[in-house]
Antibody, heavy 118, light 109 residues
Framework: EVQLLESGGGLVQPGGSLRLSCAASGFTFSNYAMSWVRQAPGKGLEWVSAVSSSGGSTYYADSVKGRFTISRDNFKNTLYLQMSSLRAEDTALYYCAKRGSSGYFDYWGQGTLVTVSS | EIVMTQSPATLSVSPGERVTLSCRASQSVSSNLAWYKQKPGQAPRLLIY???TRATGIPARFSGSGSGTEFTLTISSLQSEDFAVYFCQQYNNWPPAYTFGQGTKLEIK
């Protein structure tokens, strides 16, 4: 059974940093690209970032480019999102998502909540 | 950026009814379109990918159609567990710049 378990969310002040983690199990992690998708309270879904299966290629939404860094450790079966220069508009539930055979997401974690507030 | 527009925003329907949700792309996404269902407090769940292929374990009452810029998700006979928010997502870009629709909420009439 595929499982994705996010952690690392919390309350952070504007301008602060936070690192999210996503522990994966139930599939061969190193074979699949992974993404982070966020959802602001009561709002829709926004794709944030993606990383290739090897970790060699990374992609970002314009809204986080230059502030967030996605990475992965294929030995630890873990995905990361390093977030810096956080803004109030980054407040959201952050989901880790496994890419399917193309760019859709076939499995999602339960999310970790990031709140940016003073 | 490819903008995805879903309509209507909210749909009030009765159990057993047939319902069709719409999703429009601001430019062609070929058949690179997925649908997700999200219930309150839960993560999204993949229903349809490739515009018309049901994901593993998804009941046959869910069907998707369309290509290019116009897509639909049809639920043939609404069950109680189908009342939720439905999102469409395009994945046509490379490098990836995936975008989602704003969602359609199905509520009980």
């Amino acid at each position: 059974e595929v499982q994705l378990l996010e952690s690392g969310g919390g309350l952070v002040q504007p301008g602060g940093s936070l690192r999210l983690s996503c522990a994966a199990s139930g599939f061969t992690f190193s074979n699949y690209a992974m993404s982070w998708v966020r959802q602001a309270p009561g709002k829709g879904l926004e794709w944030v970032s993606a990383v290739s299966s090897s970790g060699g290629s990374t992609y970002y939404a314009d809204s986080v480019k230059g502030r967030f860094t996605i990475s992965r450790d294929n030995f630890k079966n873990t995905l990361y999102l390093q977030m810096s220069s956080l803004r109030a508009e980054d407040t959201a539930l952050y989901y880790c998502a496994k890419r399917g055979s193309s760019g859709y997401f076939d499995y999602w974690g339960q999310g970790t909540l990031v709140t940016v507030s003073s | 950026e490819i903008v995805m527009t879903q309509s209507p925003a909210t749909l009030s329907v009765s159990p057993g009814e047939r319902v069709t949700l719409s999703c429009r792309a601001s430019q062609s996404v070929s058949s690179n379109l997925a649908w997700y269902k999200q219930k309150p407090g839960q993560a999204p769940r993949l229903l349809i990918y490739g515009a018309s292929t049901r994901a593993t374990g998804i009941p046959a009452r869910f069907s998707g159609s369309g290509s290019g810029t116009e897509f639909t998700l049809t639920i043939s006979s609404l069950q109680s567990e189908d009342f939720a928010v439905y999102f469409c997502q395009q994945y046509n870009n490379w490098p990836p710049a995936y975008t989602f629709g704003q969602g359609t909420k199905l509520e009980i009439k």
